[in-house]
């Protein structure tokens, strides 16, 4: 049986975490999305609202519509746990459910991709992370990041 790909292409390239590291990378991960989960439940929100939601963090990649830099910007700030920690933070310290629905949904979100292997951008463009290059930049091989 040939060996399943586990990450994109180009893990070897500069600027890309390789290894073990990787690996506690993803298993983190999971634990941010568990974390999500675990907020969430404390609103006694529809669960329905999970998948709902789910998707809102990559609407952050109409940034890319104004060119690498902003666009990675955006995507990293709405795939990075500052932003859904906040939100959660703020919405348990005040007693909002939206906002603790919010950020468990995105903590959710960002912890399976994560888990799957993407990675934060680079402004070189929307397919090289640092945890390698994915989608129709996978195909180029080892991409130099910025």
Do not use: C, I
Request: hydrophobic content about 50%; glycine content about 14%.
């Amino acid at each position: 049986m040939p060996a399943v790909p586990t990450a994109p292409a180009a893990t070897g390239a500069p600027g890309v975490v390789t290894g073990r590291p990787r690996t506690w990378l993803q298993a983190e991960g999971l634990a941010l999305a568990a974390a999500g989960l675990v907020a969430h439940a404390t609103t006694g929100a529809p669960w329905w609202l999970v998948p709902a939601l789910f998707l809102v963090p990559d609407l952050a990649a109409l940034g890319y519509l104004a060119g690498n830099r902003v666009g990675a910007w955006a995507y990293d700030l709405a795939h990075t746990a500052p932003l859904p920690v906040a939100l959660m933070a703020a919405g348990l310290a005040w007693d909002v459910s939206a906002l603790t629905v919010a950020g468990g949904v995105g903590l959710v979100h960002l912890g399976l991709d994560r888990a799957l292997g993407y990675g934060v951008t680079y402004d070189s463009g929307f397919g090289h992370t640092h945890l390698g290059s994915k989608g129709p930049d996978a195909d180029h091989g080892r991409a130099q990041h910025r």
